[in-house]
């Protein structure tokens, strides 16, 4: 998947190209007699199974010895292979596009208002498999952002779930999370918001320093304490996958920007207006520091006071994600009572806090009334 999304941009970094002909030689080793087997023996998994040699097809490389085997198993017979979830569904409809050469959009459209796209993301509870289910959708619906779509929402409604997801992962320290949810941006071909901006601008910086963007289980100490031949399996075990998604968020921008006005080709600049608001030093207020973010609350706190203001509503999500989790009404009504002295703007999160007080006033009634002799 990196060597598709990175390959358009082989020319505009030095030392790309020749890695990523290293990679598609790395790629292109797989046993075909092998894979040959087990298509015939699992053919319900088969795009699954074909996934390498899908992608490198795509890009006009690979062994074509499998062809033939493959138009017998995509073709009319094809097996469907076991239930799959919304997003997975998309997955199996873009891996069947890269096999026909067609942006699949018929046969995506249904899985598309099956999927989490479709509805008001849950930012109170949701988890972070709930996260990935959107973050993936966006992937597999608009083939890394080379595709435009219909889709089961306004795309603003779609654009704020990121945006309060993606505060959550900061104020948890996943970056792993955070960088799938960025590629919301250049895939739906958004311009950055400001949270959107700083958190881009804020991975860089830490896989710049790192030279890999630390996964949610890696652990600095840990590291330090490995004899060097052990340090980098650590790194492959706990950040391997952070580092992938991130090199996806990567080129999804730089091909984004290579195809759009000169205007949006600044990579994680922002838009220093669009979410205009005050009060990031009242919900601050509301935020004791955190020992798994402490990269992100140091970046913040580094930041103008302007941008820092311009970031007020999603501190106010992630002060009620940590009041939802702890089960902490009075702090609920507290987050929602400050954001609304600053004149923040109602958002999904805040939405979803009033009507959890409303059910939490629902409890009580029931709690009472059960009280009540006879």
């Given at each position: 998947?990196?060597?598709?999304?990175?390959?358009?941009?082989?020319?505009?970094?030095?030392?790309?190209?020749?890695?990523?002909?290293?990679?598609?030689?790395?790629?292109?080793?797989?046993?075909?007699?092998?894979?040959?087997?087990?298509?015939?023996?699992?053919?319900?998994?088969?795009?699954?199974?074909?996934?390498?040699?899908?992608?490198?097809?795509?890009?006009?490389?690979?062994?074509?010895?499998?062809?033939?085997?493959?138009?017998?198993?995509?073709?009319?017979?094809?097996?469907?292979?076991?239930?799959?979830?919304?997003?997975?569904?998309?997955?199996?409809?873009?891996?069947?596009?890269?096999?026909?050469?067609?942006?699949?959009?018929?046969?995506?459209?249904?899985?598309?208002?099956?999927?989490?796209?479709?509805?008001?993301?849950?930012?109170?509870?949701?988890?972070?498999d709930d996260a990935?289910?959107?973050?993936?959708?966006?992937?597999?619906?608009?083939?890394?952002?080379?595709?435009?779509?219909?889709?089961?929402?306004?795309?603003?409604?779609?654009?704020?779930?990121?945006?309060?997801?993606l505060a959550v992962?900061?104020?948890?320290?996943?970056?792993?999370?955070?960088?799938?949810?960025?590629?919301?941006?250049?895939?739906?071909?958004?311009?950055?918001?400001?949270?959107?901006?700083?958190?881009?601008?804020?991975?860089?910086?830490?896989?710049?320093?790192?030279?890999?963007?630390?996964?949610?289980?890696?652990?600095?100490?840990?590291?330090?304490?490995?004899?060097?031949?052990?340090?980098?399996?650590?790194?492959?075990?706990?950040?391997?996958?952070?580092?992938?998604?991130?090199?996806?968020?990567?080129?999804?921008?730089?091909?984004?920007?290579?195809?759009?006005?000169?205007?949006?080709?600044?990579?994680?600049?922002?838009?220093?207006?669009?979410?205009?608001?005050?009060?990031?030093?009242?919900?601050?207020?509301?935020?004791?520091?955190?020992?798994?973010?402490?990269?992100?609350?140091?970046?913040?706190?580094?930041?103008?006071?302007?941008?820092?203001?311009?970031?007020?509503?999603?501190?106010?999500?992630?002060?009620?994600?940590?009041?939802?989790?702890?089960?902490?009404?009075?702090?609920?009504?507290?987050?929602?009572?400050?954001?609304?002295?600053?004149?923040?703007?109602?958002?999904?999160?805040?939405?979803?806090?009033?009507?959890?007080?409303?059910?939490?006033?629902?409890?009580?009634?029931?709690?009472?009334?059960?009280?009540?002799p006879g």
């Open positions: 998947m990196l060597l598709r999304a990175a390959y358009p941009l082989a020319d505009r970094e030095p030392g790309l190209a020749p890695a990523l002909s290293r990679l598609a030689d790395e790629l292109d080793a797989t046993n075909a007699e092998e894979l040959a087997v087990r298509l015939c023996l699992h053919p319900g998994i088969a795009l699954d199974l074909a996934l390498v040699p899908l992608h490198l097809r795509a890009l006009g490389l690979g062994d074509r010895r499998l062809d033939s085997l493959l138009s017998d198993l995509l073709g009319t017979d094809r097996l469907r292979g076991p239930e799959r979830p919304a997003n997975r569904q998309l997955e199996q409809v873009w891996l069947q596009g890269l096999w026909s050469g067609e942006a699949e959009h018929a046969s995506a459209a249904p899985a598309l208002s099956a999927s989490s796209l479709a509805w008001e993301f849950d930012h109170l509870a949701g988890t972070t990935y289910a959107f973050t993936h959708a966006i992937l597999y619906a608009t083939d890394h952002g080379r595709h435009r779509v219909a889709l089961p929402r306004p795309v603003g409604e779609i654009e704020s779930d990121a945006e309060a997801i992962a900061l104020d948890a320290g996943n970056h792993d999370v955070a960088a799938e949810v960025l590629w919301t941006w250049p895939m739906l071909g958004l311009p950055w918001t400001p949270l959107a901006a700083a958190a881009g601008a804020f991975l860089a910086d830490v896989s710049e320093s790192n030279g890999f963007l630390p996964g949610p289980g890696f652990d600095p100490v840990v590291y330090e304490g490995l004899p060097l031949p052990e340090r980098d399996d650590h790194v492959l075990r706990t950040s391997y996958h952070t580092t992938l998604v991130h090199g996806l968020l990567l080129a999804a921008t730089m091909n984004r920007d290579a195809r759009s006005e000169p205007a949006r080709a600044a990579g994680f600049a922002g838009s220093p207006t669009a979410h205009g608001t005050s009060g990031a030093d009242a919900i601050t207020a509301l935020l004791p520091s955190s020992a798994t973010a402490t990269a992100w609350w140091s970046r913040f706190a580094q930041l103008p006071a302007a941008r820092r203001d311009l970031l007020a509503p999603s501190l106010v999500t992630m002060a009620l994600r940590r009041a939802a989790t702890a089960a902490d009404l009075s702090a609920v009504q507290q987050a929602l009572s400050v954001a609304e002295e600053c004149g923040i703007a109602e958002s999904p999160p805040t939405r979803q806090a009033r009507v959890l007080l409303r059910r939490a006033v629902a409890c009580a009634q029931l709690s009472v009334v059960a009280d009540v």
